[in-house]
């Protein structure tokens, strides 16, 4: 048996000078700095995984105090409720990555306690949110971009928001640690102003808070005198529903704890408490700025950027100066804060995918370890959510938080599910259930009105996507499943071969011809090859190579280690085909390597045996089916063609063997 040379070599053809200027050289994954090169402190992360729930105070208090019309005197009792609410989920969502310390969020969450089917829902929620995640922080960043912009240059807002999409592609291909990195600095620029806004208007209205409480008691009276006890109450709670965005991208430090730093799940409460504290003080003092400075809704213009107004506009060109550098802060912290749609989405997806409920290949890795199949899906949905709305902020933010907290609903409630069903086990049950027992009232609360309140609005046009999406991801794994077991009833032929191997292990004969067989793990397709090989040329080939390229995907990139005992199962499975050849009288040995790519890893396996063997013969097994359609090309990767083509290119005879699926998938 014979190893690879090193896996960075295999991942790929040396890529051009353009390439590696864009998306930078590939990385090797058996060097241990590479985990600690991609990895997040936690500080990076949360710039990059809690920019999204940061940023939201841009745009959910606004909907929060619009929706009190008249009412302002409830502001301060908001300003209290929004911050509890944080602080409520955010611990609730610490607990769940103690339990779950490998990642995988809402989806995992409810899979795991719920079962598959609330898994998927849950999962198809996290995409469409992961989606409108970016559509939202690029709409709204471009809302305070052109806030403080000539009125006719709001054309351009489109084409700007789609080439901000694009820039975030473009530096999410080369990596997640390099894309947070760039975009650190916008993190700091938006705390240091908010900061001073925040500081500013609540520090220099204090001499004002006798008049202000004055203002409130009288407010009031006269609202309890004109809705009463129960209209004020059902206002109150209909305008902290309509501020549902202030809490999305909470659960993203959970659901991207896969890209943080050792030890992972120190480092993401770490991370969860900066950003819970962050964000409760901003969106909380922002709803309360907003009351202390009388701000009203401006037609073109955001409360943020009337708050701004409202607090420096009296100074002159400093004044100026602060508004515009706070609005920018703001403004490209949004654009920041889709991130989180770009580094939790992909990782949703690759869970999904392990489990059969999307596309396999959207859990391969590119050879910079990023996720590029779900960040290429991620930028064009997002960019053709932003065409059908016509980039407004107000009809994506009513698509957004109904599935946060749907995916809120289901995790809370695994969580309840979880205690409970324990509490034989854990004596001080009780108390570690209380807080997902409030904050799954307060998660159905805020869902209920929300579905209730934004359905006729547009969030029709969210349930109903996310319905198909399940519907998907149904039929999807329907198919695999069907697949799977037809490719088992040709394992059962196994028990039937010769029992016996040869009297004794032959070496390899480099001048006989040499079947090499490209297979992955030991099962009915790699079986299928070697029994149509000696069906189809009995005698012929007396030497027989098995290749195979350990595929590292986003489920197990965890570190080096992941890496070994990958190569450990390959070589495991690889053995078994070898003494399965012996067993048929042929004399046989395994090739392998470890990579993220398969074609490339086979191409430059295959070339290497070539040399060694002159008269090699290459065949790659590919899925047939009884009635071929369109989809299942999309499903099952052209990988044998595709390889057949390269090995051709490169002067090597290649064939492809068809492998009948016995069952024809009904999907």
């Keep these: 048996m014979q190893t690879s040379p090193p896996t960075h070599e295999l991942l790929r053809p040396a890529p051009g000078r353009f390439r590696r200027l864009l998306f930078g050289a590939p990385r090797d994954l058996r060097d241990p700095s590479t985990y600690r090169h991609i990895s997040l402190v936690a500080f990076l992360a949360w710039v ?14 606004e909907e929060s105090f619009k929706a009190l019309g008249s009412h302002h005197f409830l502001a301060v009792g908001l300003a209290a409720a929004i911050a509890f609410t944080v602080f409520v989920i955010s611990y609730a969502y610490s607990r769940i990555i103690e339990h779950f310390p490998f990642g995988g969020g809402g989806y995992v969450v409810a899979t795991k306690l719920l079962g598959p089917r609330f898994g998927v829902v849950s999962g198809s929620a996290l995409l469409v949110d992961y989606v409108l995640t970016v559509s939202v922080s ?45 975009l650190a600095p916008i993190f700091v620029a938006f705390l240091v102003t908010h900061a001073i806004l925040l500081v500013g208007v609540i520090g220099g209205r204090a001499g004002e808070l006798p008049a202000v409480a004055g203002e409130l008691r009288a407010g009031y009276h006269s609202g309890l005198a004109a809705l009463g006890a129960g209209g004020l109450a059902a ?5 902290y529903s309509m501020g549902a965005g202030t809490y999305t991208g909470i659960e993203a430090v959970s659901n991207g704890l896969q890209i943080m730093r050792e030890p992972k799940v120190q480092t993401a409460r770490r991370t ?11 969106a909380g003092g922002i709803t309360l700025a907003y009351l202390l400075v009388h701000a009203r809704p401006v037609e073109g213009k955001t409360m943020n950027a009337v708050l701004a107004e409202a607090f420096a506009g009296r100074w002159g060109t400093a004044g100026q100066v602060f508004i515009w550098v706070t609005l920018a802060a703001e403004t490209a912290l949004l654009f920041v804060a889709a991130q989180a749609g770009f580094i939790d989405g992909p990782r949703v997806m690759a869970n999904m995918a392990n489990d059969s409920w999307l596309p396999h290949r959207f859990g391969q890795l590119s050879d910079r370890l990023s996720m590029q199949h779900g960040i290429l899906l991620i930028s064009g949905a997002s960019a053709a959510t932003l065409l059908y709305t016509h ?7 009513l698509m957004y938080s109904i599935n946060v907290f749907l995916t809120f609903s289901l ?38 009105v929300s579905v209730v ?21 149904a039929a999807i794994r329907r198919h695999y499943l069907a697949v799977k077991g037809g490719l088992r009833r040709l394992e059962e032929l196994v028990p039937a071969l010769p029992a016996a191997p040869l009297a004794a292990v032959e070496p390899l004969d480099r001048r006989q011809p040499t079947a090499v067989l490209l297979v992955g793990g030991f099962g009915g397709l790699g079986i299928h090859q070697l029994l149509t090989l000696q069906r189809l040329f009995p005698g012929h080939y007396r030497n027989v190579i098995f290749l195979s390229v350990g595929v590292i995907d986003a489920a197990s990139m965890k570190g080096v280690e992941a890496v070994d005992e990958l190569q450990r199962r390959t070589e495991e499975d690889l053995r078994r085909y070898v003494d399965l050849a012996r067993r048929l009288g042929l004399r046989a040995d395994f090739r392998m390597s470890v990579g993220v790519e398969a074609v490339a890893g086979a191409q430059a396996l295959c070339v290497a045996t070539a040399r060694e063997f002159p008269r090699a013969v290459f065949y790659a097994g590919k899925l047939v089916f009884e009635r071929e359609r369109w989809f299942q090309r999309m499903l099952h990767n052209e990988t044998a063609y595709q390889l057949q083509r390269r090995l051709q290119l490169a002067g090597l005879h290649a064939m492809v063997l068809p492998v009948r699926v016995l069952a024809s998938p009904a999907a």
């Design 48 to 61: 990059g995984l809690g920019a999204d729930g940061l940023s939201s105070s841009a745009y959910g208090p």
């Design 138 to 182: 690029i709409a709204a960043g471009a809302d305070a971009t052109f806030s403080f912009l000539p009125p006719a240059w709001a054309a351009a807002k489109v084409p700007v928001e789609l080439a901000a999409i694009g820039a975030l592609l473009l530096l999410n291909l080369r990596g997640v640690k390099e894309s947070v990195t760039v």
């Design 235 to 239: 206002l109150f709670l209909r305008a």
């Design 272 to 282: 969860m408490i900066y950003m819970a504290t962050s964000l409760a003080l901003t």
């Design 391 to 397: 980039g407004d902020t107000g009809t994506l933010v």
């Design 411 to 448: 995790s809370e409630s695994g969580m309840v599910r979880y205690w409970f069903r324990e509490r034989r086990k854990y004596p001080d049950w009780s108390r570690h259930i209380v807080i997902h027992v409030v904050g799954l009232v307060l998660c159905l609360s805020i869902l209920v």
């Design 453 to 473: 309140e934004k359905f006729r609005e547009g969030g029709w046009v969210t349930l109903v996507t996310t319905a198909l999406l399940i519907g998907l991801c």
